[in-house]
């Protein structure tokens, strides 16, 4: 009786440790194509929003590179460079925008007449818009130029200059 229980106990030990065995590896192989899979689908949703926000972003983009290109046009046809005449023209052209511009702006290189904004901003005695890099690309350019995210002089938050 005694050798038949210590058979039963071991067979019973045997078939707990293949159980267990079998339900570890059936968890591993459960966990690793869990992860995969939520690791696929996070990396579609996150690319598919990525996806989104960039073109929410270039259309803003080419919206805003719209505004300063009929400006531009629009100071040229009209050829009055009078600071009185285009402070008040930024003005209503930033008062129509309802967007995250900060504010439009005119540099010179006249160093007595340095910059016309929409925001009424006046630069400091030592501005000089011509050393400005938003300055010397468009005019390297001659044409729209997107200018990498910099520390405005008014603000001191990043910003992004769009520049013609």
Known sequence: MKRSRSIRSKFIVMVFAICLSCLLVVSVISYCLSYNL?????????????????????NWFMEQ????NSIAQDVEINKDFSDQYLTNYLIKKFERQN???????????????????????????????????????????????????YLDADTQQMVITLAE
Request: proline letters at 5%; glycine letters at 4%.
């Open 65 to 68: 590179a719209q505004v300063v």
């Open 38 to 58: 939520v690791k696929a689908q996070t990396n579609q949703s996150a690319s598919e929003a990525v996806g989104k926000n960039a073109a929410q972003l270039n």
């Open 99 to 149: 967007s995250k511009v900060l504010d439009y702006y005119i540099g010179f290189a006249d160093k007595k007449r340095t910059m016309v904004c929409a925001t009424g901003w006046i630069p400091p005695p030592d501005y000089d818009a011509t050393t400005r890099e938003w300055y010397i690309e468009a005019l390297k350019h001659d044409e729209l130029v997107f200018i990498t995210p």
